[in-house]
């Protein structure tokens, strides 16, 4: 906001001196726009490293966190050592612990919330995207209010994750209108997963012939093999083969399904049970 102003302020302030001085009102204006425009990209450039070294700061946390959990079970691992669900929890609430550290340094984002007017939707993209991996949906309910719009995240987990809490806070139709918009900001590969937890969550509620029409429009669109066989399947009336699991990681993310290792060695040794994030 403040930049915005300033800029604003110079390049009027250019522009009318130059119209006072000079009989060209046309360059006056060009000069006074080029002021305006050079303040806007100085002042981001001056504010940019600030703002970068945050975020790089509380994305190292975040690993941290999640570093030492893995050490923590490959030394359990190497011990042979069985653990039980109260290990698991305690693992869990170290790495959530870590992850609330890194979200609080968002905080120190906020003397530059009136110079940026992205940075509130950046600080907020980052808060629900940690607090979704730790299931704290109420939190990362209220910053995905507030996230970076579709044309500016680069990658569509963050977007799958603000679809799936629409669904389960039972908001279809914002959902249905966010998917619309997320698959035309998304070319290609990318609108793949988007496409995948759609069709997931319409085979859920039992509308196959919908499940249907929409992976056929994303198969052709992602050009994506699990879209395809997926498709096969519900054509085939071979609903139970429907699964996303191909998708590894990113599709396990969202939380709506736990993989089938994870599932199988529930009774096993605790570094074999860990969810992926």
Request: proline share 2%; glycine share 4%.
């Amino acid at each position: 906001m403040y930049t915005l102003l300033i800029a604003a302020i110079a390049g009027i302030a250019t522009a009318t001196g130059l119209m006072n001085a000079w009989d060209h009102n046309i360059l006056s204006v060009l000069a006074g726009m080029i002021v305006f425009l050079l303040v806007m990209v100085l002042t981001g450039l001056i504010f940019r490293k600030k703002i970068q070294a945050i975020f790089e700061a509380a994305s190292q946390r975040v690993l941290a966190s999640r570093d030492e959990v893995q050490r923590q079970v490959r030394l359990m691992q190497a011990k042979n050592m069985t653990g039980g669900k109260s290990l698991q929890k305690q693992l869990e609430n170290k790495q959530a612990e870590g992850i609330r550290e890194a979200v609080a340094m968002m905080d120190a984002l906020k003397p530059y919330e009136r110079w940026n007017l992205l940075v509130t939707k950046q600080a907020n993209t980052f808060r629900a995207n940690n607090y979704y991996q730790i299931r704290d949906y109420e939190n990362a309910d209220k910053c995905f209010e507030n996230i970076l719009p579709l044309r500016l995240m680069p990658e569509p987990l963050i977007a799958a994750m603000r679809m799936a809490r629409l669904w389960k806070t039972d908001r279809a139709k914002e959902m249905e209108a966010y998917f619309k918009k997320a698959v035309k900001s998304y070319k290609d590969e990318k609108c793949a997963l988007l496409y995948a937890l759609y069709s997931w969550i319409l085979v859920k509620e039992k509308r196959i012939d919908e499940a249907i029409v929409l992976l056929n429009e994303g198969k052709e669109k992602a050009e994506n093999e699990t879209l395809r066989q997926n498709w096969e399947h519900l054509v085939n009336d071979r609903t139970r083969r429907f699964s996303n699991a191909a998708f590894g990681d990113e599709w396990y993310a969202l939380l709506l399904e736990e993989p089938k290792q994870a599932r199988a060695t529930r009774q096993g040794r605790f570094g074999q049970k860990m969810r992926r994030r």
